[in-house]
């Protein structure tokens, strides 16, 4: 499949990156060059892998109500949401940069004005917009500007992009409510952004977390799953089943 393809593009690019952002490069290489080990994700799907559009997404998910959301590496907020009731499905991609087509290594590089991002589909019948951005504010940090501990780059800034004027007016809230109530130590430094445009990510980087290959990777055990984890205790109670 043509995005195992792509790690061999990364050779060299990375090494002039900080040290965590070598262990996240290293681990989706080894993840995407490894066949032996059979993977049920997103990635191994014909008929996803490769150049999926927002708008092919957008069509899987009808009556599904969408949230365009970046808190640092995308592969840990993906985890994080995917595993709440009413949460159809959870995409990593790109927003926030006028670039067409971007790639992995010009977002992780810096190249770009893109963020690293993920497209939540949910329903609204089941959860709401305003509890959507409850769990994406314990999935990372909010109040560290242009970084995510040791992932440093408005690549890896905090925003909300939102859809529509409701959308707008619930984020602004909710930041204002979050600085008042004292959680934080520090003031909220997520922005509100214009999506601009979202683009899908490569096959390999969806489902990332779950993939059977990825677990013991020094990101993924250090910096994602503490993430997830803490979502999961956080929000038990609206977890899916099958993470209970």
């Given at each position: 499949m043509k995005i195992f393809a792509f790690p061999l593009l990364l050779i060299g690019f990375f090494v002039s990156l900080s040290a965590c952002d070598s262990q996240k490069t290293n681990a989706t290489n080894a993840t995407t060059t490894e066949?032996?080990?059979?993977?049920?994700?997103?990635?191994?799907q014909p008929d996803l892998a490769g150049d999926v559009t927002i708008e092919e997404l957008d069509a899987k998910?009808?009556?599904?109500?969408?949230?365009?959301?970046?808190?640092?590496c995308f592969w840990c907020t993906e985890a994080s949401l995917d595993r709440i009731q009413g949460v159809a499905d959870v995409w990593s991609g790109y927003a926030g940069g006028p670039e067409d087509n971007p790639t992995y290594r010009q977002v992780a590089g810096g190249q770009t004005k893109q963020a690293e991002a993920i497209v939540v589909y949910f329903d609204p019948a089941v959860i709401d917009y305003e509890t959507i951005l409850d769990v994406f504010f314990v999935a990372h940090n909010p109040t560290e500007l242009n970084r995510q501990g040791p992932d440093v780059g408005t690549q890896y800034r905090s925003t909300i992009f939102p859809l529509n004027d409701e959308q707008r007016r619930t984020a602004q809230l909710k930041i204002r409510e979050l600085d008042a109530s004292g959680q934080f130590s520090s003031k909220i430094a997520t922005t509100i952004e214009d999506p601009i445009k979202f683009w899908v990510a490569e096959g390999y980087h969806q489902d990332y977390y779950e993939n059977p290959n990825n677990p013991n990777w020094s990101y993924v055990t250090?910096?994602?799953k503490p993430k997830v984890e803490k979502v999961m205790?956080?929000?038990?109670?609206?977890?899916k089943p099958a993470f209970l």
């Open positions: 066949t032996s080990t059979p993977s049920t994700n997103r990635a191994s998910y009808p009556g599904m109500e969408k949230a365009y959301l970046a808190g640092g250090n910096v994602s205790k956080v929000f038990r109670d609206r977890l």
